[in-house]
């Protein structure tokens, strides 16, 4: 089992998703026809796969990190994963989590050309950001060259138990699911590689990277409402309501292209190459499942049906 406390990398990883970035229906989406604007998708966060000479597979949007008192796994989740043969995630956690691995990506969190945050930020910007790290205890020294997207999550006090968010009061759902899938002897696998995402920083200008830094750290106190808003619309069910919180952040409508768009046109010949092979359970971060772009409408593109099926949450 990956020990959540003992795997910062993994903290990273599960972090991007404020970056980059959850009782049955009958109702059925056909590939849509025409102006898909039209209808918007059903409240689900779990969709059945089905179509000719395919693998009859599951569909699952998850948030990566969430409180215990927020977290479930319902009966109809649970059976999607029992009628399946493999669990396939965004990257394979485990394998991401080998030391050999972890001290080679970790040398990508590095800025190219010896780049440090004082050639990116005002002298006064500079000042805010060193001392929100010296104030947590933090020697700053060793992050000066550190990619600013990285130094905006180490900044959040909720990654550190003597911050607002406890890590042993959070849950993951990705190691929640490789737990279950291996007591049911589930291979587990990925869609993208770790190296993939770490290069998705170096997609974003690091001036940019900076700036969202700033704006970070200014806007702290905001934090934990934005993440009630967001486990209650996951909660609801709501994709139209997640991808509207993604699109309200201007860094991720600015680059949601490299952040989730690319992402997600990626994962769909993989997808529809294992339906083929065999029933699958695929998880991962709800904020890639609504959208025009997004995944349910992109397999639905393909000739694919997607039902929704509702989760009965009256117990959690």
Known sequence: MIDLKKAPLFLILTWLVVFIAGCKTSQT???????????????????????????????????????????????????????????????????AMDLGSQIGLLQKALMRNDTTLKDLLTEEEYGIVKDHFEEMGIPFFLFE???????TIFASEDMFS??????????????????????????????????????????????AQAQMLITSLSSDEDGEGVMDTLIYYYKQQDLGKLDELLNSDPTTREYRRVLLDNRNANWIPIISRKILEKPTFFAVGAGHLGGESGVIRLLMKKGLRLTPIKINLSGA
């Open 162 to 207: 003597g911050g607002g968010l406890n890590m042993d009061e959070v849950k993951s759902y990705e190691l929640e699911l490789i737990e279950k899938a291996k007591l049911q002897n589930k291979p587990v696998d990925g869609l993208e590689t770790v190296e993939y995402q770490m290069s998705i920083f170096d997609s974003i200008p690091y001036k």
């Open 29 to 95: 989406l056909n590939a849509p026809k025409g102006d898909q604007n039209a209808a918007s998708l059903p409240s689900a966060l779990l969709w059945k796969i089905e179509g000719d000479q395919i693998k009859t597979s599951y569909l699952f949007g998850t948030i990566h990190m969430i409180e215990k008192e927020a977290y479930f796994f319902t009966n109809e989740m649970e059976n999607a994963l029992k009628a399946t043969e493999e669990l396939v995630l965004e990257i394979d956690l485990e394998d």
């Open 145 to 151: 060259r550190v990619k600013p997207m990285f130094l």
